[in-house]
Structures are given as structure tokens and as C-alpha cells.
């Protein structure tokens, strides 16, 4: 069975400034999938970004970026310039090579300040 | 296009009634799953279904029971609801294969007095 710890309950930024979310994670397996899902109040689930395990290159999307370090087995989401509409939950999530089933963190509150 | 549709989106039940929530997709995904999201806390794993007419169970199956007829539609039900249901509900599908991320719907919000 695979666990995924955020060990960050809370975090503030100031608008425009970067911040870092941590995850680390622990698993037997070599192939996986590691995912960082955004919730606003709204409280959808929206994909902020992915990772293959397989890739060695560190996955980006626009502001969001992430620290992937196999070996430590730890999954880190970088946000740049900061934005209000940033302030959300974020989960980071273990996703297995079957792709039938997710397992999530506890989460990370995220506040963006003004 | 509508993703991923949950109804209801809030309910409120008695302890011991039934109920069946609905998830339904348009996407022609293979996979859906079950999870539940408890109150500062990540989303845990129900039930899942790779395909019509095959399901099985993630991590809190107990109380809860599945069925695929169709690809289209992954209903969920409470056999006899209990307080420790008291949660939000989501469904979320996707096409198959791990590198698939997973399209959720905007959730339930069941509690159970």
C-alpha cells in the first residue's frame, strides 16, 4: 500500500512571491504517477500538475512547477508570482501504474495574501 | 460537454435510511471511482470499476455497495446510514492508464443525523 504525507497543514504567501508545498510519499512501486490537485472553497478538484515517475525532467505548467526526486521519494509543487486566486487546498497524490485508484495526502492550506 | 455529474449535491439523511448517490460521465471513460473526502482530511479511496460489470474495492468500502451496468453511469449506495458516513462524496473518472489523470465530479454533501 502506497501513503503520501503533506507535512505543511498551513501555509500563507504574499501575492507575486513563490512558495514550495511538500510531499513525500513511499511506495513499492517502479512505475507511478504523482499529481498535484488544487480545491478551492468551491471545492472542485482541479489537476494542477503531473508527474511520470519514469521521467527524469521536472514537469511544468506555466507557474506551477515541481521538485521530483525518485530516490527521497519526494514530490514538491513550486508556485511562482503568486496569485489571490491561488488560495485553495492543495493535495499532492499517488497514482498506481493501473491508473484504477489515487491516494491523496491530507492536504496543505494554502493563503495568498494581498 | 458535462465531465463528470454527482447528484444530489447536498442531502441530509436519518441514521439507518438508504440512499443512492448518482455519478454519471460523458466522456466514454473507462475507469470511475468512489471517494470520500472527511473534514480536513485528503479523499480516500471507496469503490473503483475498471470497466461495466467490473468493480472492486479501494480503501472504506465497508457500508457502501457499487454496481457498472453501463459506462456511462457508477451509482453508489448506503446500505444503512450512519453518522461516520457524514462526509463529501466524490466521483471522478478517466480513460484508463495510469498517466490519465482522473476527472472528478463537483461532489455530495451527505450528513447523516
Known amino acids: 500500500a502506497q501513503t503520501v504525507t503533506q507535512s505543511q497543514p498551513e501555509m500563507s504567501v504574499q501575492e507575486a512571491e513563490t512558495v514550495t508545498l511538500s510531499c513525500t510519499y513511499d511506495?513499492?512501486?517502479?512505475?507511478?504517477?504523482l499529481f498535484w490537485y488544487k480545491q478551492p472553497p468551491s471545492r472542485q478538484m482541479i489537476l494542477v500538475i503531473r508527474?511520470?515517475?519514469?521521467?527524469?525532467q521536472n514537469a511544468t505548467e506555466n507557474r506551477f512547477s515541481v521538485n521530483f526526486q525518485k530516490a527521497a521519494k519526494s514530490f514538491s509543487l513550486k508556485i511562482s508570482d503568486s496569485q489571490l486566486g491561488d488560495t485553495a487546498m492543495y493535495f499532492c497524490a499517488f497514482g498506481n501504474n493501473a491508473g484504477n485508484m489515487l491516494t491523496f495526502g491530507g492536504g496543505t492550506r494554502l493563503m495568498v495574501k494581498p | 460537454n458535462a465531465g463528470v455529474t454527482q447528484t444530489p449535491k447536498f442531502q441530509v439523511l436519518k441514521t439507518g435510511q438508504s440512499m443512492t448517490l448518482q455519478c454519471a460521465q460523458d466522456m466514454n471513460h473507462e475507469y470511475m471511482s468512489w471517494y470520500r473526502q472527511d473534514p480536513g482530511m485528503g479523499l480516500r479511496l471507496i469503490h473503483y470499476?475498471?470497466?461495466?460489470?467490473?468493480?472492486d474495492q479501494g480503501e472504506v468500502p465497508n457500508g457502501y455497495n457499487v454496481s457498472r451496468s453501463t459506462t456511462e453511469d457508477f451509482p453508489l449506495r448506503l446500505l444503512s446510514a450512519a453518522p461516520s458516513q457524514t462526509s463529501v462524496y466524490f466521483c471522478?473518472?478517466?480513460?484508463?492508464?495510469?498517466?490519465?489523470?482522473?476527472?472528478f465530479g463537483d461532489g455530495t454533501r451527505l450528513s447523516i443525523l
Open positions: 508527474q511520470e515517475a519514469y521521467k527524469q
Open positions: 470499476s475498471v470497466g461495466a460489470g467490473i468493480t
Open positions: 471522478a473518472s478517466s480513460p484508463g492508464q495510469g498517466r490519465q489523470p482522473q476527472h
Open positions: 511506495t513499492s512501486e517502479n512505475n507511478y504517477y
